[in-house]
């Protein structure tokens, strides 16, 4: 299977989940399940909002992607920690 799935908790920041579906073989789907949560926190770290960092970590991952002969589709959300 070419599927993967990623949940993150960051405690001051809140909940990142991610669901990957591969297409093709695993290099694309393997590289966005351990890569997009974790340029997304960094960049919201920076004090962009979540709406931002979502945009930004998907635009960095597509850089990365872009040799890369297979792909991935993914569903991702983020429930912010506002205490």
Do not use: K
């Amino acid at each position: 299977m070419e599927d993967r799935y990623v949940l993150e908790v960051r405690p001051q920041l809140g909940l990142f989940a991610g669901v990957y579906d591969g297409h093709g073989g695993i290099e694309a789907v393997e590289l966005v399940a351990a890569s997009l949560h974790r340029i997304f926190f960094t960049v919201l770290g920076t004090g962009a909002d979540a709406a931002e960092a979502l945009a930004q970590a998907y635009r960095e991952m597509e850089a990365q992607l872009e040799d890369v002969e297979r792909g991935t589709t993914s569903v991702t959300i983020f429930l912010g920690n506002d205490a």
